[in-house]
């Protein structure tokens, strides 16, 4: 089979992506389907002044990293690099939520900081021209189950059903809360204390934010071992756009109610269900975080 030549452009990022694809576990059979014209990291055929100052053939162009008008790559602005190879790939990729939504750097002091498909910009019709060959991938970083698979999908020449956020719905139509292992424990408001435990819920204390995060770590594991609710750390709510949030591990309340609710769930039936699950007491589930 012919091999997919990809081109990775790395922008304003702290390679954390990257990172994170290195440590897929099959990434020497990946290598053998697809090449990189040009990687940060990885040995490929060309450098970046190449891929800058030439037009090289190539599939897919993957995007790291935030976009910034005025970033400069090897002398040329990023977004200018990106639209160019934009007329020559198949198909544009973001990896990662600074990539597709601005993330922790659309926080910081730089000016004209998002991500590829940030909601603003979608409105301002500013890369109105790049969407039609879109698929992003969010995440802190992303996951490299979840990235690869797409990329096989797109060699498939597969049909991509993607959401409002061009994210394909296979991994991202479910939440974070989906498969996690407390589930039980938050539907009978059992909490956690202590980070680290394995008993109790995040949601109403330490600021998880499974229940409105879409993903799938808990479907698809980190390492095919764990994930963060797993171990005892709440959802941080990485593949969303609003993504950092401040206060991040407390939950903010009014009058003893999240502010924030599970997606598709009103207020009344919240307020419902909370004052029925009151009404029980589960040794079973309390027991273990009260004898301890």
């Not at 290195?22 to 059979?29: A, D, H, M, S, V």
């Not at 991509?160 to 292992?181: M, V, W």
């Amino acid at each position: 089979m012919k091999k997919t030549r990809v081109l990775w452009l790395t922008l304003m990022s702290c390679n954390g992506n990257t990172h994170s694809f290195l440590n897929y576990p099959y990434i020497e059979q990946f290598l053998n389907d697809f090449e990189f014209i040009y990687h940060p990291i990885i040995d490929s055929d060309y450098t970046l002044e190449e891929i800058i100052s030439q037009d090289i053939a190539c599939d897919i162009l993957l995007i790291e990293g935030s976009v910034a008008d005025d970033f400069i790559k090897a002398g040329v602005p990023g977004i200018d690099i990106i639209k160019r190879y934009a007329k020559i790939v198949e198909k544009i990729v973001t990896v990662g939520t600074c990539a597709t939504f601005g993330g922790i750097f659309r926080e910081s002091n730089y000016k004209d900081v998002s991500g590829l498909h940030f909601q603003e910009e979608r409105r301002t019709d500013k890369y109105n021209d790049l969407f039609e060959k879109t698929v992003s991938i969010s995440g802190c970083p992303v996951h490299p189950e979840v990235l690869v698979s797409t990329l096989y999908a797109i060699k498939k020449g597969l049909s991509l059903k993607l959401d409002a956020y061009l994210r394909p719905k296979e991994y991202f139509s479910y939440t974070i809360h989906n498969g996690c292992t407390r589930n039980e424990y938050f539907e009978y408001k059992v909490d956690n204390h202590h980070f680290g435990e394995l008993e109790g819920c995040m949601f109403y204390d330490h600021g998880c934010r499974g229940p409105f995060t879409h993903g799938s770590c808990n479907k698809i594991l980190w390492n095919e071992v764990n994930s963060k609710t797993r171990a005892g750390l709440p959802c941080m709510g990485c593949t969303e756009p609003s993504f950092p949030k401040r206060n991040i591990f407390e939950t903010k309340k009014n009058m003893g109610i999240p502010e924030f609710l599970p997606v598709g769930v009103s207020k009344r039936t919240y307020l419902t269900l909370a004052g029925i699950t009151k009404a029980f007491t589960i040794d079973r589930l309390e027991k273990k975080l009260f004898d301890d």
